[in-house]
């Protein structure tokens, strides 16, 4: 059972490009929202986290723009550089427990 | 410091043998998580325990797989018999819950499994 979609499967963007990842969800008791990073034969690592009472975060090239409302949220990466090419996942945790679920992730190839 | 440590890092082995997976979290957590991933259905959570205690299963497949956590320093996850659709790549994560960081996993570089 997916409780958290992600979009697209795949992407390509040259060098210098923006990246955009987007996740939905449904269930309104979630209350961390984490993006995580992971490279080939790696274990996925955390890159950037958000909760919902902001609806924006940013820490150097990675932002993450959350609605609320729309129960969306995203992540942009700013002037892509080929060492982001890796498989991004986003998460959701519901309040009051530790268990991460995972959207399908999407794999980000970006050319020089 | 040390990571998360997973043995083996890889494993072949033959459609009805038991296979059994190990992690070592960091020290100091008290959250440990197995997951499974695989093209088809990506990252699925199989169990994580609480201070040792397993608190949510509902992602194990079947009677063939089992998770212990003995002391806070050791899992096991076990197949038995396997099955060539388990193969996959187990990830182990570790957390440290009510912490600053909540929420966030370290995870280990993951055992790869293939039933022939």
């Known amino acids: 059972q997916q409780q958290v979609k992600q979009s697209p499967q795949s992407l390509i963007v040259q060098k210098g490009g923006i990246s955009i990842i987007n996740c939905a969800y449904e269930n309104t008791a979630f209350d961390y929202f984490p993006w995580y990073q992971q490279f080939p034969g790696k274990g996925p690592a955390l890159l950037i986290a958000?909760?919902?009472?902001?609806s924006e975060k940013k820490e150097g090239r990675f932002t993450i723009s959350f609605n609320k409302s729309a129960k969306q949220f995203s992540l942009h990466i700013m002037d892509s550089q080929p060492g982001d090419s890796a498989t991004y996942f986003c998460?959701?945790?519901?309040?009051?427990?530790?268990?991460?679920?995972f959207g399908a992730g999407t794999r980000l190839a970006v050319h020089p | 410091d040390a990571g998360v440590i997973q043995s083996p890092r890889h494993e072949v082995t033959e459609m009805g043998q038991e296979v059994t997976l190990r992690c070592k979290p960091i020290?100091?957590?008290?959250?440990l998580f197995w997951y499974r991933q695989t093209m088809m259905r990506g990252l699925e959570l199989l169990i994580y325990f609480n201070n040792n205690v397993p608190i949510d299963d509902s992602g194990m497949p079947e009677d063939r797989f089992s998770a212990k956590m003995p002391n806070a320093s050791f899992s096991t996850l076990k197949i038995q018999p396997s099955e060539p659709r388990d193969s996959a790549v187990y990830f182990c994560?570790?957390?440290?819950?009510?912490?600053?960081?909540?929420?966030?996993?370290?995870f280990g570089e993951g055992s790869r499994l293939t039933v022939l």
């Open positions: 994560a570790s957390s440290l819950t009510g912490g600053p960081n909540t929420g966030e996993l370290f």
């Open positions: 958000i909760r919902p009472d902001v």
């Open positions: 020290s100091g957590h008290n959250s």
């Open positions: 998460a959701a945790i519901p309040g009051g427990y530790n268990k991460l679920i």
